[in-house]
């Protein structure tokens, strides 16, 4: 048989098999994208909460290579401290061991293989797809069809290379990697940090033990080689990420580098000192993944009391100050969109801080005019500037976001956030048109009269009360609050249609300047604004509570 006739039906094999994992993980990740959100929120600093969680969600996407850029992007983000993202990194290392048992699976379930029922899956998968309407369905059909498309892409491998066990060649290469563990090792790093997916990597190891290829030697050190190359996405990923975000890759590929030194070295005196014989015997799919989970959960078990250590040797090779923080940052990265559900929670934890900015923006331009001051004047200003940063940070990242394969009510939620943060940017603007008449009125020598002064503390103190009423409806979902706001607006409304006749009664009579009579004027109409857009903003709430 001719080289091309066992390379391109591996490689079409290869494509199906990552194509259908990669289905399958999306399907799966969709159906459960609020729950993941949920198991973010529950992440401690409990170490231990934390390889639950990556285990959880490497379980699902079926990719530690995946779960490794998330974690670097909520370092990144500034959502997760190291010592979280240590937690999640072991358990994402057991986690990728679940598809390893999903493809050996051939072997221990009989007749209720997946490699039985791939083809059946396949069709019922499609079938699902052109049939069915609501998005949840849809999302089921990606699903099974996936999981069947990934036992036909492993079983087109495995049937590929079967000719090569005839092959003394090919043969003498697995011989020679299992008596050589670096060449073993490197072997395993190389193929997955090409493929860039362990799981994958796992996968072909399989298929060419399905053909009885693998001995159990040259097995053991490819394995241990799959974990470290797997950390090169991450590694790829933190170059454009701050220090703390490098020093998270640094610790994946640190953790990985000292559990395979660890069972390289009992491997060696196992096979050489006290079971030689099992070294050449062939491996089988099922004890790969005895293996790979075995060597994974023992790692963990090892290394965890010694996490910290890792921890900070990650630090001191990356250079890291354990205290780097900069709060204009965005806490949004684009790594986070691998996980769509994630990406969402991302989005809204970082509205809320902008919320909060946009609040003390208020606090600050409520008595701006009564006492106008160029430090608070130059303060609002610069909030300006933050608040246009944030603006644009979350409106392209949810933009990004909306145009990936999420459900109808994310993507709702998606695009009333957008409309959320237009009316934030809104209000933080008419805030900086409050500051822009106070500097007039210093740079003119104009002072309100106290009749003035007192009516737009009264203006200001109902449009501050409804926009915090708003934020809090908003982010808390309160329905009560967001009736307050709406209550606050109209009662806005009011005001300032009375406080402008008394203005113009005050200009007519000679009561007041002409300039401080137009800059009262215009402040009127720049607090009432703002109650308007804190309206909308408690009005998206209620239209978020009545999602499906």
Not at 114 to 137: D, H, N, S
């Amino acid at each position: 048989m001719g080289v091309l006739e066992i390379i391109i039906p591996f490689v079409g094999g290869l494509g199906m098999f990552i194509y259908g994992m990669q289905t399958m993980a999306q399907g799966l990740e969709n159906a459960a994208g609020d729950r993941m959100r949920s198991l973010l929120e529950i992440l401690t600093k409990n170490k231990l909460m934390g390889v639950l969680l990556g285990f959880a969600i490497t379980a699902v996407i079926q990719s530690s290579s995946a779960t490794t850029v998330m974690v670097v992007g909520f370092v990144n983000a500034g959502m997760m401290n190291l010592h979280q993202a240590m937690g999640v990194i072991m358990g994402a290392n057991i986690g990728t061991t679940v598809t390893g048992w999903l493809v050996s699976s051939a072997e221990w379930a009989k007749f209720f293989s997946p490699v039985t029922l791939a083809p059946v899956a396949i069709i019922v998968g499609v079938f699902i797809m052109l049939t069915g309407k609501r998005y949840a369905t849809k999302e089921l059909a990606k699903i099974v069809f996936g999981f069947g498309l990934l036992f036909v892409g492993i079983s087109t491998m495995s049937q590929a290379v079967e000719p090569l066990k005839f092959n003394e060649t090919f043969c003498n290469i697995f011989v020679t990697l299992g008596s050589n563990p670096l060449l073993g090792i490197a072997a395993g790093a190389i193929v997955t940090a090409i493929i860039q997916s362990s799981s994958a990597s796992v996968g072909i190891l399989q298929s060419l033990a399905a053909a009885g290829l693998v001995p159990f030697e040259a097995a053991i050190y490819i394995i241990m080689g799959q974990n470290i190359g797997t950390c090169i996405t991450a590694i790829l990923s933190g170059l454009g990420a701050n220090r703390n975000a490098k020093t998270a890759a640094l610790m994946h590929l640190l953790f990985n580098i000292i559990g395979t030194a660890i069972f390289s070295i009992a491997a060696i005196v196992y096979f050489n000192a006290t079971h030689p014989v099992w070294a050449s015997g062939a491996i089988t799919q099922t004890q790969i993944s005895l293996i790979h989970t075995a060597f994974n959960l023992a790692t963990t078990f090892i290394l965890f009391p010694a996490s910290g250590l890792i921890i900070k040797l990650a630090m001191k090779i990356g250079k890291t100050d354990s205290g780097e923080s900069n709060e204009d940052e965005s806490l949004l990265d684009l790594r986070l969109l691998e996980t769509p559900g994630i990406a969402l929670s991302s989005l809204k934890t970082e509205l809320e801080r902008m919320g909060e900015m946009v609040q003390r923006h208020l606090q600050i331009a409520e008595g701006i005019l009564l006492l106008p001051e160029e430090g608070k004047i130059r303060e609002i200003k610069e909030i300006e500037k933050r608040v246009d940063r944030m603006t644009s940070d979350i409106s392209n990242f949810a933009i990004s976001l909306s145009g990936l394969q999420i459900s109808q009510r994310e993507h709702r939620e998606t695009m009333q956030i957008l409309q959320v943060v237009s009316d934030m940017e809104r209000i933080s603007d008419q805030c900086e048109n409050i500051a822009e008449y106070a500097e007039q009125m210093l740079e003119r020598g104009l002072k309100l009269s106290d009749e003035a002064k007192k009516e737009i503390s009264k203006l200001a103190e109902v449009c501050v009360s409804s926009y915090d009423y708003a934020l809090k409806a908003y982010v808390e979902g309160d329905e009560e609050s967001s009736a307050k706001a709406i209550e606050k607006e109209t009662e806005a409304d009011e005001l300032e249609i009375e406080f402008r006749s008394r203005n113009i009664e005050r200009l007519t009579g000679h009561r007041c300047e002409a300039g401080t009579g137009i800059v009262y004027q215009d402040a009127l109409v720049s607090f009432e604004r703002i109650s308007d857009h804190a309206r909308n903003i408690a009005e998206e709430r209620e239209k978020t509570e009545k999602l499906p």
